[in-house]
T-cell receptor, first 111, second 113 residues
Framework: EDQVTQSPEALRLQEGESSSLNCSYT??????LFWYRQDPGKGPEFLFT???AGEEKEKERLKATLTKKESFLHITAPKPEDSATYLC????????????FGKGTLLTVNP | DTGVSQNPRHKITKRGQNVTFRCDPI?????LYWYRQTLGQGPEFLTY????????KSRLLSDRFSAERPKGSFSTLEIQRTEQGDSAMYLC???????????FGSGTRLTVV
């Protein structure tokens, strides 16, 4: 059964303190690794899709990277508005793009 | 188009009652998904439509759950004889092509008392 494991469960940072979130996946033959941001009471918001080991994508203070076994979401000089739950998911459904999500990492950035 | 719209935003119902939720996807998106999310967990896949065809259902989906997407436009998710374990956020998402990621709605929060 496909599994996605995220760590840490929660992370507190000071504004400007860079860090990384981890996502480990187990499916063989990865068909897409997705990162989403979720604010309280809202649906997840799409951030990135990665397909190949070595691939990197950036958006503002966020950079996602992918290896053969895990993905990292690097947050550079975070601001309080980056506080949210970050979800990682893998495509376990082939062409149906059914996603298996991890439990998420709750990020809090203090001013 | 203002994104994926879900109604109602909140629903409180008594155990044993039936409930129906509605999702209006982005108009040009032919793929529509339903997920369920409980506190502290990531979303769990329930079912997938391509246009009006329901192509996949999760084994988590009991016979009390049914979903439709008539004419490939809006979708409804009905839960019959609700149980307390059905309390969750029900999320709808749509996409044009899967590799661009889903656009999620804000969800319907169901509380069964």
């Amino acid at each position: 059964e496909d599994q996605v494991t995220q760590s840490p469960e929660a992370l507190r940072l000071q504004e400007g303190e860079s860090s990384s979130l981890n996502c480990s996946y187990t499916v063989s033959g990865l068909r897409g690794l997705f990162w989403y941001r979720q604010d309280p009471g809202k649906g997840p918001e799409f951030l990135f899709t990665l397909y190949s080991a070595g691939e990197e994508k950036e958006k503002e203070r966020l950079k996602a990277t992918l290896t053969k076994k895990e993905s990292f979401l690097h947050i550079t000089a975070p601001k309080p508005e980056d506080s949210a739950t970050y979800l990682c998911a893998e495509n376990s459904g082939g062409s149906n793009y059914k996603l298996t999500f991890g439990k998420g990492t709750l990020l809090t950035v203090n001013p | 188009d203002t994104g994926v719209s879900q109604n109602p935003r909140h629903k409180i119902t008594k155990r044993g009652q039936n409930v129906t939720f509605r999702c209006d996807p982005i108009s040009e998106h032919n793929r529509l998904y339903w997920y369920r999310q409980t506190l502290g967990q990531g979303p769990e896949f329930l079912t997938y439509f391509q246009n009006e065809a329901q192509l996949e259902k999760s084994r988590l989906l009991s016979d009390r759950f049914s979903a439709e997407r008539p004419k490939g436009s809006f979708s409804t998710l009905e839960i019959q004889r609700t149980e307390q374990g059905d309390s969750a956020m029900y999320l709808c998402a749509s996409s044009e092509q899967g590799d661009y990621g889903y656009t999620f709605g804000s969800g319907t929060r169901l509380t069964v008392v």
